[in-house]
């Protein structure tokens, strides 16, 4: 009886690609396009053609690892099988579950760009307070249980998937296909190689199909792990990489270079005015409130697993003695977002987010090809091509934004300094005298 009642609760092949898809489609769509048009003008389009071809690399290690190790800790699980215990597998958890909240923190500014569309200008302050309301709203969804999450999550995908497919080809029958000519040139980019932006921009175009790592953290929820998460992962990606790719050339179709930009936060819905007129509008506002929703929830519900797997693991200190609050890595996580979402705008959210993933991803590659090879069967030339092209992106983007705003790359620095020094010193407080860290290893 306790065994049928814990498989009620878990989550299907289908929920599991509906959280996934909930996350990635939340931000990619909605605020990173018009972040994106501004570094490569006209070329944004191929940008999430590009970016999807990186993921698709990249993917493979994470399908990899998932089908070996299946967990709710997920990308903690696959550092932890790397590198052990200690202060290495401690510091890139923790940049992942940051970059993580830095996601749930974009889509809920995301989130209140577009609902102040339906209101006047001067209600034009209030973004951040609309994204704070949305996280509160995340964190009782998320204490509801998996049953109540799954429902919708998968309510809410189907309708974006739908409403978001329709509007892009929509667009696209109505306006055309775009004239794409790269000449756009971008103010951080005129002392820089020819193509050097569009390079760079592919660190944003990766952050927006991320959201495939976030299923990962769901493999102790997940019917069949072994096999569902690998296939949630690849479905999830074919799915955004459709999505994104048709939209964007929809909305370059509808709207010039400079429009984009000027609305870069809400560019979907400005591109949708021209087209299908002040309805069309509303009707594309109204599919970014359902799609930052559920990518806020979704996104809550993988950060706050993959906390909560650090703790039991030791990595972090331990959540449970806060208290008898209910769920505290919930609780920490959503109250983060709601920090970052009061202190960032949407771009510097997004460029920071950015810098963690690239980093923790390049020590998933690493990790799978020089400590797992006679443990888990891989083809090592794919993550060793992840690994070049992540080192390429990453360089250029923090070379664009030191020429751009430096500010992002200061933030981030300390951040990563802080999480080290961190977990450092939390490492040392249950290192025996023999050198050896007492860890949860094998929690799940």
């Known amino acids: 009886m306790k065994n049928s009642k814990l498989k009620e609760q878990k989550l299907s092949l289908i929920g599991s690609i509906s959280l996934g898809t909930g996350v990635m489609i939340g931000a990619g769509i909605f605020v990173l396009m018009g972040q994106i048009a501004e570094l490569v003008g006209d070329l944004f389009p191929l940008a999430f053609v590009a970016g999807a071809i990186i993921v698709g690399f990249s993917s493979y290690s ?15 699980k696959f550092l932890s099988k790397s590198y052990g215990p200690g202060t290495t597998t401690g510091t890139f958890s923790l940049l ?32 951040s307070v609309l994204g704070v309301l949305l996280i509160a709203f995340a964190y009782i969804i998320n204490i509801s249980g998996n049953k109540v999450i799954e429902s919708f999550a998968t309510f809410t995908a189907i309708l974006k998937v739908i409403g978001i497919t329709v509007l892009a080809i929509s667009g696209l029958l109505i306006s055309g296909l775009p004239n794409i000519t790269g000449s756009y040139i971008a103010e951080s980019s005129v002392n820089v190689p020819k193509g050097f932006g569009f390079v760079a921009a592919l660190a944003l175009s990766v952050l927006a199909y991320k959201g495939f790592t976030t299923i990962t953290n769901q493999g102790g929820d997940v019917v069949n792990p072994h096999k569902n998460i690998g296939k949630s992962i690849i479905i999830s990606i074919i799915i955004c990489t459709f999505i994104y790719v048709t939209l964007s050339l929809s909305v370059a179709g509808g709207l010039s270079i400079s429009e984009i930009i000027k609305a870069k936060d ?51 200190p331990n959540l449970n003695k806060l208290g008898n609050a209910k769920s505290p890595a919930l609780i ?32 998933i590659h ?8 006679n443990k888990i069967k891989f083809n090592p030339i794919i993550p060793i091509l992840a690994i070049v092209v992540d080192v390429i992106v990453l360089g250029a ?27 450092r010193l939390f490492m040392k407080s249950h290192t025996d005298s023999e050198g050896k860290m007492h860890m949860g290893m094998d929690d799940e």
């Open 62 to 76: 994470y399908v990899k690892f998932s089908n070996a190790y299946p967990s709710s800790g997920g990308v903690v």
């Open 332 to 363: 920490f996580t959503v109250s983060l977002a709601i920090l970052l979402t009061i202190l960032f705008d949407l771009t510097r959210i997004a460029s920071i987010g950015a810098i963690f993933y690239l980093i923790m991803d390049i020590a």
């Open 366 to 373: 690493w990790g799978l090809i020089w400590h797992l090879k």
């Open 397 to 423: 983007f923090i070379y664009i934004k030191f020429l751009n705003d430096p500010f992002v790359l200061v933030i981030a620095f300390i951040g990563i300094i802080l999480v080290i020094l961190g977990e």
């Open 266 to 316: 809400y560019a979907l819905a400005a591109a949708a005015k021209p087209v299908f007129g002040e309805l069309g509008s509303l009707l594309t506002i109204m599919l970014a409130i359902i799609a930052t929703v559920s990518g806020v929830i979704a996104s809550v519900y993988s950060a706050s697993r993959m906390l909560k797997m650090l703790s039991n693991m030791k990595q972090v």
């Open 96 to 127: 992942m579950y940051v970059s993580m909240v830095v996601s749930e923190s974009l889509v809920a500014g995301t989130f209140g760009a577009y609902t102040l569309r339906l209101f006047p200008e001067g209600y034009a302050g209030y973004a």
